[in-house]
Every structure is written in C-alpha cells, then in structure tokens.
C-alpha cells in the first residue's frame, strides 16, 4: 500500500517539486494551496500527478476540512511534509506589524496548526513522519530579514519540542533546513518599500539585490526533495538536516564555535555593512 503524504505549500517551488517527485516515487500524494482552481487554470498544463487541495495557513476551518479531505479518501496520513511559508524583507523598524504577523501566522502558527491537526489519526495509526522545512536562516539573525529567520528558528525549536513529545507514539519529527535554492521565492515574498526618506535606502537596495542574486544562482530546488526522500526512508531521523552550499551549511558550524561578535561581524561584512 502506498504511503500517502500530505506536503503543504505545493502550489509552486519546492513544495510542488517535492510532491512531483514523491508521486513519481510511487506515494500517493495531495498538495496544498490557497487557491487550487486558480493556479490550474494559469497552469500551462493542468495535468499533474498529484491532487491539490484548498488550505489557508491563516484559517484553522481549512487545515480542519483538508486534513478530514485525505482521510476520507485514504484513512491516513503517513507522512506530513510542511513546506507551505511566505517570504519577507525590510528593516524591522519599517516593516508593517500586519506583516509581521502574516509571516508568523504562515510560517510558525500554521504549520504548527496543521501538525495539531494530523496527529491524532498518526497517534490511532502509531506511525508518521513530520518534516518541517526551516531555512539554514533560521540558525541566525539576518539583516532585512529578521522576521523570516525569527519564524524559521521558531519552528525548529518547535521541532525539537513536539518531536519529543510524541516519540512515544510512533510519531517522528524532524526539520530539513535549506539554503538558498533557485526558486520564485523572490517573486512571492513581501519586500517592504524602501522609503526614499529612509535612512536604511541605501544599504537596504543593497541588500536586496545581494539576497535576489543569491536565489537566481541558487540550487536546483529537486535535491531537497532528493533529500526529503531520503528522511522518509530513514529509520530514525534525525533531528535536524541542512541541504545547500557548503558556505552556507558552514555558517551554522562558525556560529557555535566563533565568538558572537566576531561572527557579528563577519555577517555584516558578508552584508556589506
């Protein structure tokens, strides 16, 4: 019997590529977005191997009725795979608290609602995977992007926490952390506007453009879903994996052993700061 995953987020990017490859590999896959009707009809091509249902991260009734969708249909949920996040940029002094809140709403509370969701059919079933996706951002502050990495550390320690709380039951967590990946991130995330009085203009376009370029040399976004295959084929996973660049995935390494304002430091050179 095939195992069915429910990967959040799947409407573009790595949580579409992740579900194309999974349903290649023989799971039976569904896919979440807001909005599935409009993204088939602006699909060039409507066919895709795996179904994608409605869920919004911002209401609870949504994650309720999709989850109780694949159960009808299936009787259980193996594997969650939460993936669904939202981008956001700007100095924290000038980013709306809406916004703020919007990125908090998706990327943490969301995802955690939807884990509250599924784990009571894995707890009657005594199996399942999580697989929260984080951000190797996640493992430090960032300039103009401290609302992101706020939220993904957030869920990695909120990783570490439910993962020991429901080992018990045959439940395992885990998060997989990438880098940067070649991906329409940039076009979905909110940019706070730099403010032609704002005395972060300068710095703040530099940056910008710097993260813009980071993505556009990025990696192809199917070695996460190479790597998320992989977990689920693991006995016992880990608590945390990083997938990107080796200057990257090196970064979190030199923060544990660097003095912190030498680390500091070296961000803001990096940064250009």
Known sequence: MSKVVLVTG??????????????RKGFKVYGTCRNPTLVQKNSISNKSNFELLALDLQKKDTIRSTI???????????????????GVT???????SQEIQKAFDTIL?????????????MREQKYGLI?????????????FRGIYSAAKGALENITETIRMEVKEFGIRVTNLAPGDFATNIALRRYHTPVFEDSVYKELYQKNIDLMDAHVDK??????IAKQIYKIIQTPE?????????????????????????????MIMKYYGM
């Open 109 to 121: 509370f969301g995802a955690i609602e939807v884990m509250k969701a599924v784990l009571p059919a």
């Open 218 to 223: 990025g990696n192809d976004p199917i070695e």
């Open 237 to 265: 996973p880990k608590i945390h994996y990083k997938v990107g660049s080796l200057k990257q995935k090196f970064s979190i390494v030199l923060k544990r052993i660097l003095p912190d304002k030498i680390y500091e430091n």
């Open 10 to 23: 799947a409407s573009s990017g790595i949580g579409k590529i992740t579900a194309e490859f999974l349903a």
């Open 68 to 86: 109780d969708t694949v159960l009808k249909n299936e009787g259980r949920i193996d594997i969650l795979i939460n993936n669904a996040g939202t």
């Open 131 to 143: 697989i929260n996706i984080t951000s190797i951002g996640g493992y430090m502050g960032l300039p």
């Open 90 to 96: 700007g100095p924290i002094e000038e980013t709306p």
